[in-house]
C-alpha cells in the first residue's frame, strides 16, 4: 500500500484520510522528483517524431488544434 503525503512544519502529513492500525510499522521513502522527471522524459522520448505534417505552432496553441479554444 503507497500512501502519499508531504511535511509540513516538520511533521509529515497524509494527503489523503486512511485509517491504519495502531502501532503499525511504516516506512517513509523521499521522493526524489528529479529522478522521476528524468524517467517520465525517457519514456516520452519513444513518442518523439511520430507524428508528422502538424502546424509549426502545434506546441504554442494546443488547446486551439485540439480543443478549439481561441488562441492567446
Same mark, same amino acid.
Do not use: C, W
Given at each position: ?9 516538520? $511533521?509529515? %502529513?497524509?494527503?489523503?484520510?486512511? /485509517? #491504519?492500525? =495502531? &502501532? ?6 523521499? $521522493?526524489? %522528483?528529479?529522478?522521476?522527471?528524468? /524517467? #517520465?522524459? =525517457? &519514456? ?29
Amino acid at each position: 500500500m503507497v500512501i502519499k503525503g508531504h511535511v509540513q512544519n516538520g $511533521v509529515v %502529513v497524509l494527503d489523503e484520510r486512511t /485509517s #491504519l492500525p =495502531e &502501532g503499525s510499522e511504516v516506512r517513509i521513502e523521499l $521522493v526524489d %522528483v528529479e529522478e522521476q522527471l528524468a /524517467s #517520465l522524459r =525517457e &519514456g516520452l522520448r519513444r513518442f518523439s517524431g511520430i507524428l508528422k505534417d502538424l502546424p509549426e505552432d502545434m506546441a504554442e496553441h494546443h488547446d486551439y488544434y485540439a480543443h478549439g479554444k481561441p488562441r492567446e
